[in-house]
């Protein structure tokens, strides 16, 4: 059973970066799709960025596409978001998430992952 491990959210002015880690434990990581997800108070949990296992095949949300990159190191079994420009509405705890379908395509759908992080806060102040 696999457990992830996020860090590196915080507090930043808007037009600043983060750069948010998850780190995986329990099993490898290297065959299974990764993917953030983001959560602020009072919505849902929405799609953000995902990953295939070779990290040839990204995908992402419009209302991140150019300013994020997610990435993964499967030596080191961990999976990152660089995340640039950021914006007021960023603001939200933010999860890395994986599941047990070996080889699988990578999500958008919450419901396709299994595994969850225990989620990382970031805040974007204007």
């Known amino acids: ?3 992830l491990a996020e860090s590196g959210g915080g507090l930043v002015q808007a037009g600043g970066s983060l750069r948010l ?3 995986a ?3 490898t990581i290297s065959t299974y799709p990764m993917a953030w997800f983001r959560q602020a108070p009072g919505t849902e949990r929405e799609f953000v960025a995902a990953i295939n296992w070779s ?3 990204t995908y992402y949300a419009d209302s991140v ?3 994020f990159t997610i990435s993964r190191d499967n030596a ?3 999976v990152y978001l660089q995340m640039n420009s950021l914006k007021s509405e960023d603001t939200a705890a933010y999860y890395c998430a994986t599941n047990s379908q070996r080889w699988g395509t990578a999500a958008k759908s919450l419901y396709q992952y299994d ?3 225990q989620g990382t806060q970031v805040t974007v102040s204007s």
């Open 1 to 3: 059973q696999v457990q």
């Open 21 to 23: 880690s998850c780190a």
């Open 25 to 27: 434990s329990g099993r």
């Open 55 to 57: 990290g040839g095949s």
């Open 65 to 67: 596409q150019g300013r």
């Open 76 to 78: 080191n079994n961990m």
């Open 115 to 117: 595994a969850w992080g």
